[in-house]
């Protein structure tokens, strides 16, 4: 893909402006008629040598700020629960795995963070999660990268804290893992 270089000085821009990837992709698709996929739109901004601008930092809240009504965060994206299997992990010959060793676990603050030893179906790794309020649920992350959480307990979330908490220990034990 060829941009001329009026284009490109654009791009820099935007992306100077604090622009996103995806709003760099959307433009690039109005205002250029190029039409490039998110992942090509990234590789487009490294290949200029352009970097994204950071994101903004949050507001602190205020210490007499009350707490959402249902007492967590809400997630961003519904992801269809029945992509997680609820069973635990299973023996190569359909037996449950009774070893607590064959989990690969680890905790930041008070959320602790498990890796299956054996996958989940349909997943490319799963796991279980409890939280510093003793809630507990199972993740799964699948081929395309989508995370999925199902709660034990219908309805609940999280707080932000766990949620940040829970998003750093997974992403530093798949990366012990090798993902």
């Given at each position: 893909m060829k941009l001329s270089a009026e284009q490109k000085q654009t791009v820099a821009q935007w992306l100077k402006k604090g622009a996103s990837i995806a709003e760099v992709q959307r433009r690039l698709r109005e205002e250029f008629e190029v039409s490039l996929t998110?992942?090509?739109?990234?590789?487009?901004?490294?290949?200029?040598?352009?970097?994204?601008?950071?994101?903004?930092?949050?507001?602190?809240?205020?210490?007499?700020?009350?707490?959402?009504?249902?007492?967590?965060?809400?997630p961003d994206e519904v992801i269809d629960p029945e992509f997680v299997d609820e069973g635990d992990a299973f023996a190569e010959d359909g037996e449950e795995s009774a070893d607590p060793a064959s989990d690969v676990s680890g905790a930041v603050?008070?959320?602790?963070?498990?890796?299956?030893?054996?996958?989940?179906?349909g997943s490319v790794v799963s796991g279980n999660v409890t939280f510093s309020d003793g809630n507990s649920g199972t993740w799964a992350l699948d081929q395309y990268g989508r995370l999925v959480f199902e709660a034990k307990i219908k309805g609940y979330r999280p707080s932000k804290d766990d949620l940040q908490a829970f998003q750093r220990e997974l992403s530093s034990q798949l990366q012990r893992q090798g993902y």
């Open positions: 998110y992942m090509d739109t990234r590789f487009l901004i490294d290949d200029l040598g352009l970097n994204l601008a950071p994101p903004p930092k949050p507001k602190a809240e205020p210490a007499n700020a009350a707490p959402a009504p249902d007492g967590g965060a809400k603050g008070s959320v602790k963070v498990e890796v299956d030893r054996l996958m989940r179906p």
